[in-house]
């Protein structure tokens, strides 16, 4: 079945450790994105890829980065962990919508906690 | 817009009736509205979408009613199951190159047996 994977699913990472979060896709999509959920809050859109462009959004943090090396993977890089930043982070895709795309696939997530 | 509370609204509800979920939205200029089911430790799965230029659509057991006039949407979920039980959130988008959405603060829907 096509799918959104992550992995790892639970990341345990010491303050001030970079930690990389990986995300791929067998949907095919040219767009991907990197949302961050802390508890009993909605997803928070940190960036995303139209196709090999990446919008950041204007309250991301300069300690979030990612990496989009081909159409199927797509990395967030938390360069210095803090404690704030414990959080479920979930990747998604979606077809362009001039394709008729408007929804977004999300995958299971990645927990991150910050010792 | 985005949640920020540290709490969400709950809505409990007997097994076998009918739930009602509310979003208020933010930006009248929105193409389109999705409802997303959130499940503990996954990801949001997509449950049905509408159009602005619509007012109402059906799925299976799930109906969405959209009322611009008061930027309003709602998730209405027919003889409610015990797997219904999970946090629900509304998100609006626009059409454009990024399929931007903006995610509303979620209920959470508690299903008693």
């Known amino acids: 079945d096509a799918m959104v994977i992550q992995n790892p699913r639970y990341q345990v990472t010491q303050f001030g450790k970079p930690v990389t979060l990986s995300c791929s896709q067998t949907?095919?999509?040219?767009?991907m994105y990197w949302y961050q959920q802390k508890s009993s809050q909605a997803p928070k859109l940190l960036f995303h890829?139209?196709?090999?462009?990446?919008?950041n959004e204007a309250d991301t943090p300069d300690n979030f980065q990612s990496r989009r090396p081909n159409t199927s993977f797509c990395f967030l890089d938390i360069r210095s962990p803090g404690l704030g930043d414990a959080a479920m982070y979930l990747c998604?895709?979606?077809?362009?919508?001039?394709?008729?795309?408007?929804?977004?696939?999300f995958g299971p997530g990645t927990r991150l906690t910050v010792l | 817009g985005e949640s920020v509370g540290l709490h969400l609204p709950t809505l409990s509800v007997q097994e076998g009736d009918n739930s009602i979920i509310n979003c208020a939205y933010s930006?009248?200029?929105?193409?389109?509205f999705i409802w997303y089911k959130q499940e503990s430790g996954k990801g949001p799965q997509f449950i049905i979408d509408?159009?602005?230029?619509?007012d109402k659509r059906q799925g299976q057991r799930v109906t969405v009613l959209l009322n611009k006039t008061v930027k309003h949407l709602s998730l209405q979920i027919a003889a409610t199951q015990p797997g219904d039980s999970a946090v629900y959130f509304c998100?609006?988008?626009?059409?454009?190159?990024?399929?931007?959405?903006?995610f509303g603060g979620g209920t959470r829907l508690m299903v008693k047996p």
């Open positions: 998604a895709t979606s077809r362009d919508w001039l394709a008729g795309g408007v929804e977004q696939f």
């Open positions: 949907l095919n999509h040219n767009v």
């Open positions: 890829y139209y196709d090999k462009d990446f919008n």
């Open positions: 930006n009248s200029a929105s193409d389109y």
């Open positions: 509408i159009r602005s230029n619509m």
């Open positions: 998100a609006e988008g626009i059409n454009n190159a990024g399929n931007m959405l903006t």
